[in-house]
């Protein structure tokens, strides 16, 4: 079964989205669990929504190019 390309707005949407979940997990994470043992994985989270973040704007720039 084909399944047909995704957009770039589409593409778009999904890394903002993507992107907002795992900053807010991020910030939840430590008052959910009250262990400071995951400070590694929240800034593995953060790092990671930034990535996810700044690739959003890219899409933005490329879908505004002329």
């Known amino acids: 079964m084909l ?3 995704i957009a770039l707005p589409d593409i778009s949407v ?3 989205v993507s992107a907002l979940l795992l900053l807010v997990t991020a910030e939840i994470v430590p008052y959910v669990s009250g262990e400071k043992i ?3 994985d929240v800034r593995k989270l953060r790092n990671m929504a930034l990535i996810l973040g700044l690739l959003f ?3 933005i720039v490329l879908k505004y190019l002329p």
């Open 14 to 16: 999904l890394l903002a």
């Open 57 to 59: 704007l890219v899409t």
């Open 38 to 40: 995951l400070l590694s």
């Open 3 to 5: 399944l047909p390309p």
